[in-house]
């Protein structure tokens, strides 16, 4: 099978995967941390180090944001028309 015609730009792609992800992010991050105080959650999970409240959602920001990011990669992995994959493969 022909490669198709349309494929979009690597840049959309990447858009496509990364801005809902970090958006995702974002509202799990505001939903966890409206219950959990993350400077608790510190001293609870490394009682040795000192981390702050910042750190801790930055911690938890990025958390999420890798989570979701796999999430929205493996779903895009998953709808990728068999074409895409043949061509793919055929170039490699």
């Known amino acids: 099978m022909s ?3 349309s494929r979009l ?3 959309a792609r990447v858009g496509a995967v990364a801005w809902p992800s970090f958006f995702a992010a ?3 991050t505001m939903v966890f941390f409206a219950v959990v105080d993350p400077a608790r959650l510190a001293t609870i999970t490394w ?3 000192d981390v702050s409240r910042g750190v801790g ?4 920001f990025f958390m999420f ?3 979701t990011l796999a999430s929205s990669l493996f779903t ?3 709808l990728k028309p068999r074409d895409d ?6 170039d490699a």
């Not at 959602?57 to 938890?60: A, E, K, V």
């Not at 994959?85 to 055929?90: G, K, L, N, S």
């Open 3 to 5: 490669a198709p015609t």
């Open 9 to 11: 730009p690597l840049a």
């Open 26 to 28: 974002g509202v799990a």
């Open 47 to 49: 009682p040795t180090l």
């Open 57 to 60: 959602y930055t911690l938890g």
């Open 65 to 67: 944001w890798a989570c």
């Open 76 to 78: 895009s992995l998953l």
């Open 85 to 90: 994959v043949a061509a793919d493969d055929e």
